[in-house]
C-alpha cells in the first residue's frame, strides 16, 4: 500500500497550486489577446491575427495536456515505486558507438562500471577512429569491478552500423544504447531492466541531463532538456508512446530490434528511426525518469546550430520514411498519431511560431496593438517559467534554471526554430549535408 511522504505531498501540492494559477494567468492574458482581435480593422491583419490565436491555443492545450500526463505518470509511478522492487531477470549489453571520442570515453565506461546492476557487460564499438579512442577503451578490459568490457575495432561506417555491430556480439537478451559523451547515474540500468518484465515494452527512454553547463547557451540547452524534451517523454509515457528512444540513453528489448532490422543508416536520426519501426510494430515505448544520463551539449551558437540542423533533417527523413502510416488511424492509431504529432513540432509549428513574431511586429507597426508583441511574449514565458519549476521540482535539478525562461522563448527557441526552417527547406530541396560532428570538450 503506498503511503504519501511529507516531501512528496507539499511537492505535489506545490504543483496543484502552480496549475491552478497558470491555468488563471494563461485565461486573463488570453481573454485580453483575444479581445483585441475586435480592435482590428484590416481584413489581412484580422485574417493574419486570426490564424495566431488558433495555433497559440493549440500549441498551450498541447502544453498544457503534456504537462498534465507528465504530472499523472509521476504520481502513478510514484504510487507504484514499490512493484518492481529487487526484480533482476535479464542480462544487459551495454553499447557504446564512440567515433575518435578519447575526451570523454573514459568517463563514459567508467560511470557503467560504477552501475548497481551486477548483469551486464559492456561493448565499445570503436568506428574507424583516428585518435586513441580504442586504446582507452582497452584499459578498462581488466577492471576491479569484474564486469566485462569489450573494445571491438571495425572501418568507419558510421552510428548506425557501430551499433549494429554491438548488438550481434552481444549476449545480453536487452540491448542498451549509450552515447559516448554520456555519464550515467549508478542505477539507470537496474530502473530501466525493469521494464522489461512486460512483453509489450520494446524500448524505455531514460532523461537527459546538460553536464556541462558553463554558459547562458549551455544553461538554456539544460533548460529545454529538462522542460522541453524529458517533460514531453514523460507525458508520452503516461500512454506508453514516447516518439524518439534519446541517444544518450536508451534500453531495448533484443528480439524487438531484430524483428524490425536492426538500425537503419538511410537518416541523420537512427535513434528516432529505430523508435518509429518499434511502434509500427505495434510494441510500447515507456520512460523512466530516474534512470539519468549527463550529456555534453554544444558550447557556442555555431555549434548548436548544427547539431539542431542534423536533428531536424534526420526526424524529417524518418517522418518521409514512414510516411505511409500518417494515414492509418484505423490499422494503427498509435504510429500514425505519433507521425503527426511530430509532423506538428518538426514543421508547423516552427514556420508558425517564426511567422507570428514577424506578424505581430507588423500588427504592431500598422494597428497600434502593440500591447500584443507583450501578451505572445507573457504567455509563453509563464507558461515556460511554470514548467520549468515543476521539472525542476521533481528532477531536484537547479532551481535557479528557472529564471532562464525569461529568454528561453524570445531568444532561444527563434534561433532553434529558425535553424528547423533552414534544414526543413534543405531536406525538401536534397541539399547534401554530412554528419557534422561536434568536437568534444570532455566536460563529462
Given at each position: 500500500?503506498?503511503?504519501?511522504?511529507?516531501?512528496r505531498?507539499?511537492?505535489?501540492?506545490?504543483?496543484?497550486?502552480i496549475?491552478?494559477?497558470?491555468?488563471?494567468?494563461?485565461?486573463?492574458?488570453?481573454?485580453?489577446?483575444?479581445?483585441?482581435?475586435?480592435?482590428?480593422?484590416?481584413?489581412?491583419?484580422?485574417?493574419?491575427?486570426g490564424?495566431?490565436l488558433?495555433?497559440?491555443?493549440?500549441?498551450?492545450?498541447?502544453?498544457m495536456?503534456?504537462?498534465?500526463?507528465?504530472?499523472?505518470?509521476?504520481?502513478?509511478?510514484?504510487?507504484?515505486?514499490?512493484?518492481?522492487?529487487?526484480?533482476?531477470?535479464?542480462?544487459?549489453?551495454?553499447?557504446?558507438?564512440?567515433?575518435?571520442?578519447?575526451?570523454?570515453?573514459?568517463?563514459?565506461?567508467?560511470?557503467?562500471?560504477?552501475?548497481?546492476?551486477?548483469?551486464?557487460?559492456?561493448?565499445?564499438?570503436?568506428?574507424g577512429?583516428t585518435?586513441?579512442?580504442?586504446k582507452?577503451?582497452?584499459?578498462?578490459?581488466?577492471?576491479?569491478?569484474?564486469?566485462?568490457?569489450?573494445?571491438?575495432?571495425?572501418?568507419?561506417?558510421?552510428?548506425?552500423?557501430?551499433?549494429?555491430?554491438?548488438?550481434?556480439?552481444?549476449?545480453?537478451?536487452?540491448?542498451?544504447?549509450?552515447?559516448?559523451?554520456?555519464?550515467?547515474?549508478?542505477?539507470?540500468?537496474?530502473l530501466?531492466?525493469?521494464y522489461?518484465?512486460?512483453?509489450?515494452?520494446?524500448?524505455?527512454?531514460?532523461?537527459?541531463?546538460?553536464?556541462?553547463k558553463?554558459?547562458?547557451?549551455?544553461?538554456?540547452?539544460?533548460?529545454?532538456?529538462?522542460?522541453?524534451?524529458?517533460?514531453?517523454?514523460?507525458?508520452?509515457?503516461?500512454?506508453?508512446?514516447?516518439?524518439?528512444i534519446?541517444?544518450?540513453?536508451?534500453?531495448?528489448?533484443?528480439?524487438?530490434?531484430?524483428?524490425?532490422g536492426?538500425?537503419?543508416?538511410?537518416?541523420?536520426a537512427?535513434?528516432?528511426?529505430?523508435?518509429?519501426?518499434?511502434?509500427?510494430?505495434?510494441?510500447?515505448?515507456?520512460?523512466?525518469?530516474?534512470?539519468?544520463a549527463?550529456?555534453?551539449?554544444p558550447?557556442?551558437?555555431?555549434?548548436?546550430?548544427k547539431?539542431?540542423?542534423?536533428?531536424?533533417?534526420?526526424?524529417?527523413?524518418?517522418?518521409?520514411?514512414?510516411?505511409h502510416?500518417?494515414?492509418?488511424?484505423?490499422?494503427?492509431?498509435?504510429?500514425?498519431?505519433?507521425?503527426?504529432?511530430?509532423?506538428?513540432?518538426?514543421?508547423?509549428?516552427?514556420?508558425?511560431?517564426?511567422?507570428?513574431n514577424?506578424?505581430?511586429?507588423?500588427?504592431?507597426?500598422?494597428?497600434?496593438v502593440?500591447?500584443?508583441?507583450?501578451?505572445?511574449w507573457?504567455?509563453?514565458?509563464?507558461v515556460?517559467?511554470?514548467?520549468?519549476?515543476?521539472?525542476?521540482?521533481v528532477?531536484?535539478?537547479?532551481?535557479?534554471?528557472?529564471?532562464?525562461?525569461?529568454?528561453?522563448?524570445?531568444?532561444?527557441?527563434?534561433?532553434?526554430?529558425?535553424a528547423?526552417?533552414?534544414?526543413?527547406?534543405?531536406?525538401?530541396?536534397?541539399?547534401?549535408?554530412?554528419?557534422?560532428?561536434?568536437?568534444?570538450?570532455?566536460?563529462?
Amino acid at each position: 500500500m503506498y503511503i504519501y511522504h511529507r516531501e512528496r505531498l507539499v511537492k505535489d501540492f506545490t504543483v496543484f497550486l502552480i496549475t491552478i494559477l497558470l491555468i488563471v494567468l494563461l485565461g486573463i492574458i488570453m481573454y485580453f489577446f483575444y479581445r483585441d482581435f475586435y480592435l482590428i480593422n484590416n481584413i489581412f491583419a484580422k485574417i493574419g491575427y486570426g490564424i495566431i490565436l488558433f495555433f497559440t491555443s493549440l500549441v498551450l492545450l498541447r502544453y498544457m495536456i503534456m504537462l498534465f500526463f507528465s504530472m499523472l505518470k509521476t504520481i502513478f509511478k510514484t504510487a507504484d515505486e514499490g512493484e518492481f522492487e529487487n526484480i533482476i531477470n535479464h542480462k544487459v549489453s551495454v553499447i557504446i558507438p564512440a567515433y575518435n571520442e578519447e575526451a570523454v570515453i573514459a568517463s563514459s565506461i567508467e560511470s557503467l562500471l560504477k552501475q548497481t546492476y551486477p548483469y551486464m557487460e559492456i561493448i565499445v564499438v570503436d568506428d574507424g577512429s583516428t585518435d586513441n579512442t580504442y586504446k582507452i577503451a582497452s584499459k578498462f578490459i581488466h577492471n576491479k569491478y569484474n564486469k566485462p568490457v569489450i573494445p571491438i575495432k571495425k572501418p568507419n561506417g558510421g552510428k548506425a552500423s557501430a551499433i549494429n555491430m554491438g548488438i550481434k556480439n552481444s549476449t545480453g537478451e536487452i540491448i542498451m544504447v549509450v552515447d559516448a559523451d554520456s555519464k550515467l547515474e549508478k542505477n539507470a540500468v537496474e530502473l530501466m531492466q525493469k521494464y522489461f518484465t512486460d512483453p509489450d515494452i520494446a524500448a524505455v527512454a531514460g532523461s537527459v541531463f546538460v553536464a556541462n553547463k558553463v554558459n547562458l547557451i549551455t544553461k538554456l540547452q539544460a533548460l529545454e532538456y529538462i522542460e522541453g524534451l524529458n517533460m514531453i517523454r514523460n507525458g508520452q509515457a503516461l500512454v506508453k508512446l514516447v516518439n524518439i528512444i534519446p541517444g544518450p540513453i536508451g534500453m531495448f528489448r533484443k528480439e524487438a530490434l531484430y524483428e524490425v532490422g536492426l538500425y537503419d543508416d538511410d537518416t541523420f536520426a537512427e535513434d528516432c528511426d529505430v523508435t518509429l519501426k518499434l511502434i509500427a510494430k505495434g510494441y510500447k515505448i515507456d520512460f523512466e525518469s530516474d534512470a539519468v544520463a549527463y550529456t555534453e551539449a554544444p558550447e557556442n551558437l555555431l555549434d548548436l546550430i548544427k547539431q539542431r540542423y542534423r536533428w531536424t533533417r534526420g526526424i524529417l527523413q524518418s517522418i518521409k520514411k514512414h510516411k505511409h502510416l500518417l494515414w492509418h488511424f484505423k490499422i494503427n492509431p498509435a504510429a500514425s498519431i505519433t507521425l503527426w504529432y511530430m509532423l506538428f513540432e518538426g514543421i508547423f509549428w516552427p514556420f508558425i511560431d517564426v511567422w507570428t513574431n514577424i506578424f505581430i511586429i507588423y500588427l504592431a507597426l500598422t494597428s497600434g496593438v502593440s500591447i500584443l508583441i507583450f501578451y505572445w511574449w507573457l504567455m509563453f514565458t509563464i507558461v515556460d517559467m511554470a514548467g520549468a519549476f515543476y521539472c525542476l521540482l521533481v528532477t531536484g535539478e537547479d532551481l535557479s534554471l528557472m529564471f532562464y525562461a525569461v529568454f528561453y522563448r524570445l531568444f532561444f527557441i527563434t534561433i532553434i526554430n529558425i535553424a528547423k526552417i533552414l534544414a526543413t527547406i534543405e531536406e525538401w530541396f536534397g541539399i547534401e549535408m554530412s554528419w557534422g560532428k561536434l568536437e568534444r570538450k570532455g566536460r563529462i
